[in-house]
């Protein structure tokens, strides 16, 4: 027999979120850079539930722990990595050091990574994306 879902046992949980617009839905990208909650940002971008800031790399080439700190001190579960137009590396150093934090990652190319995003966060997961901007 089947669980009624009506009854004290649901099967979809549902989250619920203000209305106050901050959710870092990620609108658009392209031209070399982001559109992020109704906002433009130019270049790569760490985005976070309500926050977006600017990730001072040049490339994927350069991404480093050290790159990563605002988003290691946030503590989420999951980092989506999005490199550019064809992610060229699993950046195997960066998620040995991100597993040390307990901090598991993916690795796209920026176009999966956005849309992978905006699921997660509708969903309510405590994860962050670290975005590679892309022409």
Same mark, same amino acid.
């Given at each position: 027999m089947r669980p ?5 046992? &649901?099967?979809?949980? $549902? @989250? %619920?979120? #203000?209305?106050? *617009? @901050? ?6 990208? *392209?031209? *070399? =850079?982001?559109?992020?909650? @109704?906002?433009?940002? #130019?270049?790569?971008? /760490?985005?976070? +539930?309500?926050?977006? /800031?600017?990730?001072?790399?040049? #490339? ?6 050290s790159s990563l ?6 503590? &989420?579960?999951? $980092?989506?990595? =999005?490199?550019? %137009?064809?992610?060229? #590396?699993?950046? &195997? %150093? ?10 598991? +990652?993916?690795? +796209?190319?920026? &176009? ?9 966060l509708t969903e =309510? ?5 670290? /975005?590679?901007?892309?022409?």
């Amino acid at each position: 027999m089947r669980p009624n879902t009506d009854q004290h046992n &649901p099967l979809v949980s $549902i @989250k %619920e979120f #203000s209305d106050d *617009g @901050k959710l870092q839905i990620v609108h658009a990208y *392209g031209n *070399g =850079g982001f559109r992020i909650a @109704k906002q433009p940002y #130019s270049g790569h971008q /760490l985005v976070f +539930m309500r926050q977006t /800031l600017s990730w001072d790399i040049s #490339s994927p080439d350069d991404i480093t722990i050290s790159s990563l700190q605002p988003i290691i001190d946030a503590q &989420p579960e999951l $980092i989506l990595f =999005g490199l550019g %137009e064809i992610a060229t #590396s699993h950046l &195997p %150093e960066i998620r040995t050091a991100l597993a040390q934090h307990h901090i598991k +990652m993916d690795v +796209m190319n920026t &176009p999966a990574a956005c849309r992978t995003w905006n699921v997660l966060l509708t969903e =309510g997961r405590k994860a962050a994306a670290a /975005l590679v901007a892309i022409d």
